[in-house]
Nanobody
Framework: EVQLVESGGGLVQPGGSLRLSCAASGFRFSGYAMSWYRQAPGKERELVASISNTGGSTNYADPVKGRFTISRDNVKRLVSLQMNSLKPEDTAVYYC???????WGQGTQVTVSS
């Protein structure tokens, strides 16, 4: 069974930082590209960042470019999202997803507010 479990969400002030983690199991983790998505209330889920299976290539959505960094550790089977210079508009539930197949984590809430 494919399982993706996010953690690290919480409340942070604007300009602050947060690091999200996604623990993966049930599949050959090193063989798949992984992504982070987010969904704010009343809005569609949007792609935030993606990373290739080796970690050698990354892509970011324009709103987070330069502020967020996606990374992975294929030994620990973890995908991380380092979020810096957070803005209120970053507030959303953040989801980890395997690029191939409809496999999602349960999501973790990130709230950026003063």
């Amino acid at each position: 069974e494919v399982q993706l479990v996010e953690s690290g969400g919480g409340l942070v002030q604007p300009g602050g930082s947060l690091r999200l983690s996604c623990a993966a199991s049930g599949f050959r983790f090193s063989g798949y590209a992984m992504s982070w998505y987010r969904q704010a209330p009343g809005k569609e889920r949007e792609l935030v960042a993606s990373i290739s299976n080796t970690g050698g290539s990354t892509n970011y959505a324009d709103p987070v470019k330069g502020r967020f960094t996606i990374s992975r550790d294929n030994v620990k089977r973890l995908v991380s999202l380092q979020m810096n210079s957070l803005k209120p508009e970053d507030t959303a539930v953040y989801y980890c997803k395997r690029e191939i197949g409809n496999y999602w984590g349960q999501g973790t809430q990130v709230t950026v507010s003063s």
